[in-house]
């Protein structure tokens, strides 16, 4: 399955920009459907077309309280115990995340349609704007962490063991349904994460071409490299005609033209720059998203890499590099920090914690650098815990 996460600034037109892929995609002859928390003027949710086109919406109110409800149902045994008031659905309102949530698990079911063949051919996601995306994105994996740190597997071992733990410690111990519960709840993560570090999974950006756009999507290129997404393109969006008679309009064009430049040079060769023109009209038909599909058809190229791009190199005197290709990160925004068999990377207001690998598990960090848009982080075997050569 080909999925496409667009995101972008706020107010960029983002929405716009994934309606547009998706009715493109789908006049290819590819079942397409397009999710998005927000109304799609020109694609009423929940319908279907002739063009092979499904568009849903994620509606985040529904999803938390059904969780919260399921949730009810089954800690009742120790609700009861607590002599707790059960919640009505009618009364619950959701919670901030909970949104977040319901993105994930919009995905994981899309994930799942696709493998057993009833699902979509191309994925298209409107993501929140850039930040949230980006937090978003992260955040299977920052879940999976925190339930194997909260929850190890390991402890289901001494589940016989404890009606006897419980009565030593005085206190009841957790039930099996919690960690059955942890292990579902991973499980349906692991398929989310699964999706995004999909080969054929990629980004794409949506920005109105001007200065603060420009440095928003710079962030946003060290952000996505950081956690190994690749994206497939640019989309200036809104783009004026360049000549016109107007010398306020004529300004406005220039100006855009100007940004446009500094933006093919930034992204160049790897990342095309797209530009969707500007309709004189917000998009409100589907008529109004054909004259953008042309310049929104999601590609397929071969992705550079599936997963994670990091890679390693290894000198004559046994020093392991772990490179990490970061473009736009400056090394006055860098820090790392090792702590137990985990690497804690922060790029500007970007953070991410990578399990290390088996063998620099065995090794101490001797240094780091940046150097042409790579992060090289240098690795010295342990001569207490690296294996002797006879």
């Keep these: 399955m080909r999925t496409v996460l667009v995101t972008g600034p706020g107010g960029a037109g983002r929405t716009t920009v994934a309606a547009a892929t998706a009715l493109a995609a789908a006049r290819s002859g590819r079942r397409t459907l397009l999710v998005s928390a927000d109304e799609v003027p020109a694609l009423p949710a929940g319908t279907e077309d002739t063009e092979r086109l499904t568009s849903v919406r994620v509606d985040s109110a529904a999803h938390f309280r059904d969780e919260l ?9 120790v609700l009861d115990l607590l002599g707790a008031n059960r919640l009505d659905g009618e009364e619950l309102t959701e919670l901030p995340g ?7 698990h919009t995905l994981r079911r899309a994930a799942e349609d696709s493998r057993t063949g009833d699902g979509c051919e191309v ?8 930040t949230d995306a980006l937090a978003l994105l992260a955040l299977p994996g920052q879940l999976r962490r925190y339930l194997r740190r909260l929850l190890p597997r390991e402890r289901q071992a001494a589940r016989a063991l404890r009606p006897v733990l419980a009565q030593l410690a005085g206190v009841p111990m957790p039930a099996q349904w919690l960690y059955e519960a942890a ?20 980004v794409r950006l949506v920005a109105e071409p001007g200065q603060a756009a420009g440095g928003a999507l710079s962030s946003a290129r060290t952000a996505l490299a950081l956690h190994g997404l690749r994206v497939d393109s640019v989309v200036a969006s809104r783009v004026l005609p360049r000549h016109s008679a107007d010398p306020w309009f004529a300004d406005l064009a220039a100006r ?21 023109a500007h309709l004189g009209r917000e998009p409100r038909t589907l008529e109004d998203l054909s ?10 190229r071969t992705p550079g890499h599936a997963g994670d791009p990091w890679w ?18 400056t090394k006055e925004d860098l820090r790392l920090v090792r702590r137990g068999d985990e690497l804690l990377l922060t790029a ?6 990578v399990r290390l690998e088996s063998a620099l598990r065995r090794c101490t960090v001797s240094g780091a650098a940046l150097t042409d848009g790579v992060l090289r982080v240098r690795f010295t075997p342990d001569p207490a815990l690296w294996p002797r050569t006879p």
């Design 312 to 329: 390693t190199e290894t000198a004559e005197d046994g020093v392991i590099s772990w490179c990490l290709p970061l473009p736009g990160a």
């Design 69 to 77: 409800l399921e949730l009810q149902d089954r800690a009742s045994g």
């Design 123 to 130: 994925l298209v996601v409107d993501l929140p704007p850039l």
């Design 256 to 276: 855009q033209e100007k940004c446009l430049d500094h933006w093919h040079q930034e992204w160049a060769p790897g990342t095309p720059v797209r530009e969707s």
């Design 291 to 300: 004259l953008l599909a042309g310049d929104c058809a999601p590609d397929d």
């Design 348 to 353: 500007g207001p970007f953070h991410r914690i």
């Design 183 to 202: 292990a579902r709840k991973d499980a349906e993560l692991a398929a989310v994460e699964a999706l995004i570090e999909d080969a054929a999974t990629t």
């Design 98 to 104: 909970s949104a977040q949530l319901a993105v994930l």
